[in-house]
């Protein structure tokens, strides 16, 4: 366990690094992928020529994830052990939500969104991606609380990020308005994630800067 804890920062930069820039390594082996306009779970789908590889790259991740949540939980427990568990709770949720069932549950291109394997992914990572959006809403409000306004505004930068570029997302599914963002809806869901993995990212950093 002690090992485990010492390695959680690595766990997560990894985690982070290597979900985020995984559609854009594999998507160089997909002809004709878009990263503007296709979303990341298309590389999962069975028309994929990379799907193999996009599958168990993702339950790599959210592996790490789950991993790294014993570290930050320790990290944060002198502070508060419900903010420590809240906080490793919802990293370790979006690992699994997110990546792991991702790379489980496999998914038709042809399948409905009410279609079993479409619906449990659908729901996973939504749950997954809310919890996610905890962690930068956690460390902006303990930053308030010391009276770190810079660090504070960081936090809410990205938390409010995340959820704009999440809504610009998912209004493709809306009618009218969906039309006009069919070019950038994958473009959107990247920059959700950009924005929900820095906070991710910056624990990381400041556990191996603590040591």
Known sequence: MSILKKLSPLF???AVVGDFSLPYYLGRFYPGFDQMTMIISQLGESTSPVQTYFNNGSIITGSLFVLSSVGVYTFFQSKSKRFAQILA?????YGFGDCILTGVVKISD??????P???LHAAFSG??????M????????QASLNHQKVVSLFYSTCLLGSIAALIL????YLPVVGSLLSSTRGFWQRLSL??????AFSIALRQLIRK
């Open 12 to 14: 997560l930069i990894l």
């Open 110 to 115: 042809t399948a409905s969104f009410f279609s």
């Open 89 to 93: 709770g919802a990293i370790a949720l």
């Open 127 to 132: 749950i997954a991606m809310v919890a996610m």
């Open 169 to 172: 997302f998912a209004a493709y």
């Open 134 to 141: 905890f962690v930068p809403l956690l460390l902006a409000y």
């Open 194 to 199: 950009f924005f929900l993995y820095l906070p």
């Open 117 to 119: 394997a479409y619906f």
